[in-house]
């Protein structure tokens, strides 16, 4: 928590790439907070900006899990929104967990999620003067289609996901044109882990923190 009261508030939205979990099967081990990019990325911004970790193992866009409940990002969206309000910028990253086996979606539905999302962000998002934060649209990482321990037993959670992963950035970038947003492809400066093919490694948390730490100066200084 940032006690500066004229701190510049940033909500990071998403899954675990935001809560920061280290890659492997054991889904309650993440990097500590200076290790993961959402903290990095507040130490490089420094006192006057206060970055908010909003990440869930598991989120979707506005899919419900058909095994726990609290992973669909369009529900949670509207309370997280009012609980951190005021806020200057939104970054928000979701879509990776959409590619999972079980959910069956198309990059297209996919997208469709994060038009949910964007429209709850300017319905809910807004301040006391009516402004709605600034926002940075984020899109997966290129899915590697590996084996994973999961209930007792090896399968491969993403399967059929990379393909479309690799759709996803274009798909993305054309949201955030049509918004008038800011948009970091992740796909183009980070790769997955080759220990699950879904998680990062410590350095590539270290490249996004410095990526979006010169969005967010640009974004926050206008």
């Not at 600034?134 to 999961?150: D, G, M, N, T, W």
């Amino acid at each position: 928590m940032n006690t500066n009261p004229k701190a510049k508030r940033i909500l990071c939205y998403g899954e675990s790439i935001v809560w920061g979990r280290i890659p492997g099967d054991d889904n309650t081990v993440r990097y500590q907070i200076n290790k993961r990019w959402t903290g990095i990325l507040q130490n490089l911004l420094g006192n006057g900006y206060e970055v908010i970790e909003e990440g869930l193992n598991g989120r979707t866009t506005n899919l419900e899990s058909p095994h726990k409940t609290g992973k669909n990002g369009a529900k949670y969206l509207f309370s997280c929104l009012e609980t951190h309000k005021p806020l200057d910028l939104i970054i928000l990253s979701l879509g990776k967990n959409d590619l999972k086996a079980k959910y069956n979606t198309t990059p297209e539905s996919i997208c469709d999620g994060i038009e949910a999302c964007l429209q709850i962000i300017y319905e809910e998002g807004k301040t006391i003067s009516e402004e709605t934060p600034k926002i940075i649209l984020v899109s997966p990482c290129i899915i590697q289609e590996k084996e994973r321990l999961r209930f007792g037993k090896k399968e491969i959670d993403f399967l059929g996901a990379k393909g479309k992963s690799e759709k996803l950035g274009k798909m993305y970038l054309k949201i955030a044109e049509k918004h008038n947003i800011d948009f970091l492809d992740l796909a183009q400066y980070v790769k997955v882990s080759e220990i699950d093919g879904v998680h990062l490694d410590e350095n590539e948390h270290r490249k996004i923190a410095d990526i979006m730490y010169q969005k967010v100066i640009k974004l926050l200084s206008i």
